[in-house]
C-alpha cells in the first residue's frame, strides 16, 4: 500500500510563511512517515508550502504518486486550503480514503468531517497512524473495527464518532528519526537564505497549560525528552548526510530537563560536532551558568517568551513567571554577550491601549536581540478560544487569518483595528531605534532585519508598511 502524507497546496502565501522567509520541513509527517516506512508501507511527501505549489500542480503531482490512501496535515491557518483540496480529491479521486491530522482537525473534528474527510487521527499521529493504514490495507474504509483504533474520528450512521484517546508515546526514543530522505533538504531556509540548517525536536509536551498555546493540549501536560544520546546521533547523521551545520530546537521548552542538557553538551563535545544551534526556553527555566554553558558551547540564540509586562496578565493566562526572572535572566544574556530573542503578545482581552503600550516599554527595556510582537490569536483547543467564544470577541473566523500577524479578535477595551496599529506601533517603537540600528549594521544584520520588519506589519502595499512605522499613531498625536 502506498500512502501519500502532504501539507495543503496554496499555503505558501499564508503570512506565518511569508512572513519570516523561513522554509522548515514538516517533521509531524517525516516522523510518521518514518514509522510507516519502518513497518514497511511505501511513503511519499509533498512539502507543498517548500515548493510553492498551486492547486494544479499539487494535484498533477497526486495523481503522479497514485496513492492508496491519502493523509494531509493541517495547522489552523492551513484548514482552509486543506478542506478544498479535500473536496478536489474527492471530485478527482472518490474512492481514495482522505485522513486529516495535525493540531486543527484534532481539536475541530465536525469540521473535518463535514469538509471531505473520512477519517481524523487526533493528536500525537505516528502509532495511530500506523494502526489506521492497517486496518486500511486490510479493510478499506470498512466501517467494522474502526471503533477499536484509538485516537481517530469518523461518521458512521451521519454521527460523529469519536474513539478513546490513544496514550502518549512515552519512549521517544523508539520513534526513528523524521524520513527527511523524502523531501528535498536543501530547499529549508533561514530568513530566506539557503544554509545548510536542520530541524530536530528533542522533546515533546508542556505542564504549563497557557490559555493561548496549543502544545500542552495537543502534546500533553508534562514534559517527554528523548535520550540526550539520541539526539547526537541525530545529529551526527544530518551533520554527514546533509552537512547541516545550524540546527533549530524546535521544542517549547529545551531546558526544561537540565541533566539532558548537560549532557547534550557533553556529549557534543566529546563528539567535536562543529555546530551552532537555536533553541527556546522560559525565563524560570534557565540561570546564568546553564545559559553560559549553552552560549560557550555553539548556541547562538535562546528564544525567551515574556509576553507581557503585568504581573497580573501573566498570572492570568498561566504563564508562571514573574516580571522580576525576565529581568534577571535578560541581565544575564548581556552580561555573557549572548543573542536571546524575546516574545510579547499584544491584545489580551482585558488589556488597555496603555496596558500594551508598558508591555512594548518593557520589550525596550530588556532589550533582546530581536523581539517579536504578535496579536493574541484563539486557536481552537485552547482555553482562550472557549472565553473570545463566550465573550464574543471574535471578530474573524477566517483561519487563514490566525497567524498571529493579523488580529482576529478584539478586547473589552479596543478593537481588533486597534491591536493591529498596536503591532505596527510596537515594531516602531522596538526597531526604529538609533543605538538599536547602529549595532544591526555593525553586525550586517539590518537589511534582513528591515526585510522582516516590513512583512510584520499587516499593511499594503509594503511602501504602505514601511511609511507606518515612522508616522506617530493617534494616540502619540
Not at 101 to 127: C, K, Q, T
Not at 289 to 299: I, R
Not at 428 to 443: D, G, I, P, Q, T
Amino acid at each position: 500500500m502506498k500512502v501519500l502524507l502532504t501539507l495543503p497546496p496554496e499555503i505558501h502565501n499564508l503570512e506565518i510563511y511569508r512572513v519570516t522567509g523561513m522554509r522548515a520541513p514538516p517533521l509531524g509527517i517525516l516522523s510518521i512517515a518514518a514509522v510507516l516506512e519502518k513497518y514497511g508501507y511505501k511513503v511519499e511527501v509533498i512539502d507543498s508550502p517548500t515548493l510553492q505549489l498551486d492547486f494544479n500542480s499539487w494535484l498533477s503531482k497526486v495523481k503522479s504518486i497514485k496513492p492508496d490512501v491519502i493523509g494531509i496535515s493541517m495547522q489552523t491557518p492551513m484548514a482552509p486550503k486543506g478542506y478544498m483540496a479535500a473536496k478536489l480529491i474527492k471530485q478527482e479521486m472518490p474512492d481514495i480514503p482522505l485522513i486529516a491530522g495535525g493540531s486543527h482537525p484534532s481539536v475541530m473534528v465536525e469540521e473535518a468531517l463535514n469538509n471531505g474527510f473520512d477519517i481524523v487521527v487526533r493528536g500525537e499521529g505516528e502509532y495511530t497512524a500506523l494502526e489506521l493504514i492497517n486496518h486500511l490495507e486490510n479493510k478499506g474504509l470498512e466501517k467494522t473495527g474502526l471503533s477499536d483504533i484509538a485516537g481517530i474520528a469518523f461518521k458512521f450512521n451521519d454521527k460523529i464518532v469519536k474513539t478513546n484517546d490513544r496514550p502518549l508515546i512515552q519512549n521517544l526514543d523508539e520513534l526513528p528519526w523524521p524520513a527527511r530522505h523524502l523531501v528535498d533538504m536543501n530547499k529549508y531556509t533561514l530568513f530566506g537564505k539557503n544554509i545548510n540548517i536542520a530541524h530536530i525536536m528533542a522533546s515533546r509536551g508542556c505542564p504549563y497549560g497557557c490559555i493561548y498555546c496549543i502544545t500542552s493540549y495537543y502534546w500533553g501536560r508534562r514534559f517527554r525528552y528523548r535520550s540526550a544520546e539520541n539526539v547526537i546521533e541525530e545529529i551526527k547523521y544530518l551533520y554527514d548526510k546533509y552537512h547541516a551545520k545550524t540546527i533549530v530546537f524546535t521544542d517549547d521548552e529545551f531546558t526544561a530537563n537540565w541533566k539532558f542538557v548537560k549532557d547534550f553538551i557533553d556529549l557534543l563535545k566529546k563528539n567535536n560536532l562543529d555546530i551552532s544551534f537555536s533553541c527556546g526556553t522560559r525565563v524560570d527555566l534557565i540561570n546564568k551558568d546553564l545559559m553560559k554553558l549553552l552560549y560557550d558551547n555553539g548556541c547562538n540564540a535562546l528564544y525567551f517568551g515574556v509576553e507581557s509586562a503585568s504581573q497580573d496578565t501573566l498570572n492570568k493566562i498561566g504563564k508562571r513567571i514573574t516580571i522580576e526572572q525576565a529581568k534577571k535572566v535578560f541581565s544575564y544574556a548581556k552580561e555573557l554577550k549572548g543573542f536571546t530573542t524575546g516574545s510579547f503578545i499584544l491584545g489580551f482581552p482585558w488589556e488597555t491601549v496603555d496596558d500594551m503600550k508598558k508591555t512594548i516599554e518593557f520589550a525596550v527595556k530588556l532589550n533582546p536581540d530581536y523581539a517579536q510582537f504578535t496579536a493574541l490569536t484563539p486557536y481552537p483547543g485552547t482555553p482562550l478560544y472557549d472565553y473570545a467564544l463566550k465573550n464574543n470577541l471574535i471578530v474573524d473566523k477566517n483561519w487563514e487569518h490566525y497567524t498571529t500577524v493579523r488580529p482576529v479578535m478584539r478586547g473589552f477595551n479596543f478593537s481588533d483595528k486597534d491591536l493591529g496599529k498596536m503591532i505596527i506601533y510596537a515594531y516602531r517603537k522596538f526597531y526604529v531605534r538609533l543605538n538599536f540600528m547602529a549595532r544591526e549594521m555593525r553586525a550586517g544584520r539590518f537589511l534582513d532585519l528591515f526585510k522582516i520588519i516590513s512583512k510584520n506589519l499587516i499593511i499594503s502595499p509594503v511602501e504602505d508598511k514601511i511609511k507606518k512605522v515612522f508616522e506617530p499613531l493617534r494616540w502619540e498625536r
